[in-house]
């Protein structure tokens, strides 16, 4: 939308009205759409740029510009009450009015002040950020939290008018820019199609001004229809009751300076509540593509505490929105603990990933010497006295994928299997590298491996050799060959026996060498 001009939304909410100016520019001609001959709060922090404050207080008649510290930290009684007293020593009254210059912090902050000062003054609010502008800076949620509990204490005051000017986003630190962006793959997920293309495949800085209209327009329809969250306006919680938990435990907060921000944490919530695992491998590559995280690392039993206090929880029942499908989605009511399986797998792989024995009736006979020239299960006097091919029951290529204990153990060499796991990932492999399908494992043998951590039995990828030669050997990862590092017999695919070079780079002996 690079001609884009401007637009206007009218949030339909009879008495309660207002509108939504969507212009580059807007912020400087706040004037021409609001009453400023009162005396106006600008409320601000830190972070935002000192001039937009000063730009919407220049065009007041009588303006005090409050400041407060920036982060989460400041959605909390403490700050509350001193922006309260500066609107109070300020004298103003039921008359006057509260501009929130900033993101969602503010606006959130601003309007709940403005909510509860003699019990509810005008509000105007003034995004400064992506995520303020896609999401918090309309349908009139504010609040503050309370320990480390986000939005506890807050109320429904929808404002008077939203000035969403996206030319403010020039000076936004790109993370921050990212973060406000997965409210906006939120709304593509539950009902936009189009929206959710412009991710994976447009420019999104070049459209940024189409995607906040196309999240802006989806909350207002959702608004208009359930104003005080009874019914659909549950949807908007879609990934909010895992990402609260997250936030509260990995967010940035007052000391703690290192962490997740808001949207990233409601990115890692949505994943674990999409049905489709199709629809799941796309919108990792779309926060790839943005810069999402993946995934993270946290104590568990601390989220789930955390998800006990929810809102929307109640009587240990608590409703989650779960997405089928691109565009559609569902409310179900759970209890509280029947989350704990939709999310800790895929923090805490140890849990759900393990290594298990095949049963008696399915074990065989240790592997035999490579005695061809093909090298392990090829062609000549090995074929078919090579790798063992997949059992009854296991996942394709588990027979290359069998592992051997130490020589001279004692314990006859028996193939192991991986335990049953949701999507059968390989476990040293990342969740974005499991192939789907057979052919594309073929596809994959001739990449190089991943690191394995040392002491465990590992896999070594060889290269596609010319002729019946073999794709895979195993091999201790301290030693050079599948058999403690001697060399092949007859001058087969095998690696030589020296401990200093690299396991994960198998050579060629004798011939030419094979292509990557």
């Known amino acids: 939308m690079s001609d884009f001009i401007g637009t206007k939304l009218t949030m339909n909410l009879g008495e309660r009205s207002y509108d939504i100016i969507l212009k580059n520019g807007a912020l400087e001609n706040l004037y021409q759409f609001a009453r400023l001959d009162r005396k106006v709060a600008v409320v601000t922090d830190s972070g935002v740029p000192a001039q937009y404050a000063q730009r919407v207080a220049d065009q007041c008649r009588d303006a005090v510009i409050i400041t407060v510290p920036q982060g989460e930290a400041s959605k909390s009684f ?29 606006g959130d902050l601003a309007g709940f002040a403005a909510s509860i000062y003699m019990r509810g003054i005008d509000f105007i609010n003034c995004p400064t950020t992506t995520l303020s502008m896609i999401d918090s800076s309309i349908g009139g949620k504010t609040a503050v939290d309370l320990g480390d509990t986000k939005n506890i204490v807050g109320a429904f005051w929808q404002p008077r008018l939203v000035i969403v000017d996206p030319s403010t986003l020039a000076t936004l630190p790109r993370r921050q820019y990212i973060n406000g962006l997965a409210e906006a793959v939120k709304a593509s997920l539950l009902a936009d199609p189009e929206l959710f293309a412009i991710f994976e495949k447009g ?52 000391r703690r300076t290192v962490g997740l921000f808001h949207g990233e944490c409601v990115a890692l919530g949505m994943l674990p509540m999409i049905e489709s695992k199709a629809l799941q491998k796309r919108v990792r590559a779309v926060y790839r593509r943005l810069g999402l995280p993946l995934r993270t690392a946290y104590d568990k039993e ?51 990933v393990w290594l298990q024995p095949l049963p008696d009736h399915l074990r065989r006979e240790p592997w035999p010497r490579h005695r061809g020239r093909a090298g392990w299960n090829g062609g000549g006097r090995a074929r078919g006295r090579g790798i063992p091919r997949p059992l009854h029951g296991q996942a394709p290529g588990a027979g290359r994928r069998a592992f051997h204990p130490p020589r001279g153990s004692g314990r006859d060499p028996v193939p192991f299997r991986r335990a049953e796991r949701p999507d059968h990932r390989h476990r ?20 190089p491996a991943p690191p394995r951590p040392r002491g465990l039995y590992g896999l070594c990828q060889i290269p596609r050799l010319s002729g019946r030669a073999g794709r895979r050997a195993l091999f201790r990862p301290d030693h050079g060959g599948p058999r403690g590092g001697r060399r092949h017999r007859a001058g087969g695919a095998g690696t030589s026996g020296h401990r200093d070079r690299d396991p994960h780079r198998p050579v060629r002996r004798g011939g030419r060498h094979p292509s990557p």
């Open 78 to 106: 403490k700050i509350l009450e001193t922006v309260l007293k500066q609107m109070l020593d300020f004298h103003m009254g039921r008359g006057d009015l509260v501009v929130a210059v900033g993101g969602g912090v503010v």
């Open 203 to 254: 420019d999104i800085d070049g459209q940024i001004n189409e995607i906040i209209y196309r999240s802006l327009r989806f909350k207002k329809n959702i608004v208009e229809q359930d104003e005080t969250e009874r019914g659909m306006r549950k949807a908007l919680n879609f990934g909010h009751t895992i990402g609260h938990g997250i936030e509260a435990v990995k967010g940035i907060k007052g």
């Open 302 to 352: 601390k989220v789930l505490a955390e998800m006990l206090h929810d809102k929307k929880a109640q009587d240990g029942q608590i409703t989650i929105i779960k997405v089928p499908g691109l565009g559609c989605w569902r409310a179900e009511t759970i209890p509280v603990e029947g989350l704990r399986p939709c999310w800790a797998w895929r923090n805490d792989h140890e849990e759900h």
């Open 428 to 447: 040293h492999r990342p969740d974005d590298r499991k192939p789907e399908h057979p052919q594309r494992r073929l596809r994959q043998d001739r990449r």
